[in-house]
């Protein structure tokens, strides 16, 4: 799951899924990085504002992803607690090292993902928020 976070190398967020994340103070976030997101993203307000995902290479599979969680710049809260003083700590810094060994890990990741047999019909739904149930 880890190699497959690392798809966020790639893509952008809207303002209202990082907005808690850059205005809470908390310990676990660059205060530059955050400042530089508050400046696209206010703290009132509906906002669509997108910003990316990696901060350094937003078009580009990469480990700038795994290396931004070192530095505490992770945009999206679920992204940079993998990177938090638990136990994926430590696969996080194998793959912001070694670029071989994330692509390698996240090919196979993909493929196996791939082949997931999804429910279909009657045995399964199609969720309109994929964090709730309909």
């Known amino acids: 799951m880890v190699a497959l976070s690392g798809a966020h190398t790639i893509g952008q ?14 310990t676990d976030i660059d205060v530059s990085f955050a400042s530089t997101r508050k400046r696209q993203c206010p703290q009132e307000g509906e906002n669509g504002n997108l910003a990316p995902l990696d901060l350094v290479t937003p078009n580009q599979l990469d480990n ?20 938090s003083g638990g136990s994926t700590d430590s696969i996080v810094s194998e793959y912001s090292n070694s670029p071989r060994a994330f692509s390698s890990v996240f090919a196979a990741a993909m493929i196996k993902m791939g082949d997931i047999s999804p429910l279909t019909g009657q045995n399964g739904i199609i969720r309109k928020v994929c964090g709730s149930v309909n």
């Open 64 to 83: 700038n992803y795994f290396k931004n969680l070192i530095d505490k710049k992770g945009l999206l809260q679920s992204d940079q607690v993998l990177f």
């Open 13 to 26: 967020a809207q303002c209202f899924l990082f907005r808690d994340r850059i205005y809470g103070n908390g």
